[in-house]
């Protein structure tokens, strides 16, 4: 990590910080508090998780890495960086515009705009206007969707690929369990849970 990465890493761990005290950025004195609409979190993946997913696309030769899930950029920040070293590229998917302006401010910031690329819109019809070719995905957003996006998602993936799921321990639930049970009965599918953030689902795809 270089010295721009890691300083947009610490604004973003401090802005947790303040999250976890119910203080927002554009906050007037008493506004904050735990009954905050989710779209004011950043929800991210958190430092260990960040850490994971950057040594495993970090590991892939020039891979062409998918978020699913940008929100306001943290994790996308992790992979853009492990993209820059890997001469690889990452796409990230948002929904909302306001979170992928914010995202993109930080990426420059980073000095990674050039490593990362936005696009806005529902995911599922992103993922279907996508080119095949995806070696690394970042599966992190509205949990029912976890299933339809990786129905959409696998049939683009290359041989080697690598599909990391949050949030499978933390918070867990129906949708997420029904995922990782899911994607285990892929054909060519190897996957694990690791208990590192909120619990990743970890999976390589290699077909026959
Ligand atoms: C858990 S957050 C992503 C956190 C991010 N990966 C990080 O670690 O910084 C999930 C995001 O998915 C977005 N989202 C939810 N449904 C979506 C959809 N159908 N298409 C695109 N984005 C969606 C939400 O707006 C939210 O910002």
């Known amino acids: ?8 890493l610490e604004a973003y761990h401090a802005r947790m910080a303040d999250e976890r005290r119910g203080v927002f950025p554009d906050d007037g004195p008493g506004q904050g508090g ?55 590229q990452v796409t990230t998917l948002e929904l909302q515009d306001y979170k992928i302006a914010y995202a993109r401010e930080m990426a420059g910031k980073a000095g990674l705009a050039d490593h990362i690329r936005f696009i806005q819109g529902d ?32 049939p683009k993936l290359n041989p080697g690929a690598i599909i990391v799921a949050d949030n499978i321990i933390y918070p867990g639930g129906d949708d997420v369990r029904l995922y990782s049970k899911a994607v285990r009965a892929k054909p060519g599918m190897t996957s694990i ?16």
């Not at 990590?1 to 947009?8: E, L, N, P, R």
């Not at 849970?193 to 290699?206: D, Q, T, W």
Request: charged fraction near 20%; include cysteine; aromatic fraction near 8%.
């Open 123 to 154: 995911a599922l019809a992103s993922i279907a206007a996508l080119p095949a070719g995806i070696d690394f995905v970042l599966l992190d957003l509205w949990k029912d969707l976890y299933i339809p996006c990786l129905e959409a998602f696998l």
């Open 1 to 8: 990590m270089d010295d721009k990465v890691t300083a947009v």
């Open 193 to 208: 849970l690791v208990p590192v953030g909120a619990g990743l689902e970890i999976s390589r795809y290699e077909p026959a």
């Open 34 to 88: 735990p009954d905050r609409d989710r779209d004011r979190y950043l929800l991210p993946v958190g430092p260990e998780s960040g850490q994971l997913i950057n040594i495993l696309a970090r590991s892939l030769k020039a891979p062409n890495i998918l978020e699913i899930g940008t929100s306001y950029g943290y994790s996308g920040i992790w992979l853009a960086e492990a993209a820059r070293a890997s001469g690889g």
